[in-house]
């Protein structure tokens, strides 16, 4: 079955830098998300991405957020200077079609300190 | 705005028993509705979808969900619970605006004993 791949599964990272997180969603698939869900929370909506640009994001997707889909196969979400409270795990997700749900990826755990 | 309710923050139920977890929501229009599960340390898996059609859905693992529109519920239901199916799940609905964003509840940990 096809699957969502993300990585890594584990970054630290220090408050102040940069961090990428990378997916690689399912390769017939035309919408992609970025959601979050900070340890024991729920999961929150960040940003959809269809046909090259963003096309819906919350209100936690400000500035330092960034997506990118460089290449037609991966799909980055960027963080350009990390704070504590990014600590998260951030999941990739992508739909070929609402009436198809939506493919999940295993998540990345984001350790800021 | 589209939300979704998870009432328990935790089930309990015995290996062997039947199984319901709860879960209400809030659209304007039609839901389209989903459960999800995670593992620990693990990602989202989807159980089911309820888009149109039969109020009953039936998903993966056994797991079904009964959509009642009156009561604006989307229960999640197993006949017989598994140890295994100790996790956390989640209730989900698609916005009606935008490019199908899904609205999350709280999520509703389920522990099967022995």
């Known amino acids: 079955e096809p699957e969502v791949t993300q990585t890594p599964s584990h970054q630290v990272t220090q408050m102040g830098q940069e961090v990428i997180l990378r997916c690689v969603p399912i390769?017939?698939?035309?919408?992609f998300y970025w959601y979050r869900q900070i340890l024991g929370q729920k999961v929150e909506f960040l940003v959809s991405?269809?046909?090259?640009?963003?096309?819906?994001k919350s209100e936690i997707f400000d500035d330092q957020f960034s997506v990118e889909r460089p290449d037609g196969s991966n799909f980055t979400l960027k963080i350009r200077s990390t704070k504590l409270e990014d600590s998260a795990m951030y999941f990739c997700a992508s739909s070929e079609d609402f009436n198809y749900g939506y493919t999940f990826g295993s998540g990345t755990r984001l350790t800021v300190v | 705005a589209q939300s979704v309710a998870q009432p328990e923050d935790q089930v309990n139920v015995a290996e062997g028993n039947p199984l319901t977890v709860k879960c209400t929501y809030s659209?304007?229009?039609?839901?389209?509705l989903f459960w999800y599960v995670q593992y620990p340390n693990r990602g989202l898996q989807f159980l089911l979808k309820y888009i149109t059609g039969d109020n009953l859905v039936k998903g993966s693992y056994g797991f079904e969900a009964e959509f009642n529109k009156s009561q604006t519920s989307f229960h999640l239901k197993k006949p017989s619970a598994l140890v295994s199916d100790s996790a956390l799940y989640f209730c989900?609905?698609?916005?009606?605006?935008?490019?199908?964003?899904?609205?999350f509840g709280t999520g509703t940990r389920l522990l099967v004993s022995p």
């Open positions: 659209v304007s229009g039609n839901p389209y």
């Open positions: 390769s017939n698939h035309l919408y």
């Open positions: 989900a609905v698609r916005a009606l605006t935008g490019f199908q964003k899904l609205v």
């Open positions: 991405f269809y046909n090259n640009e963003i096309s819906e």
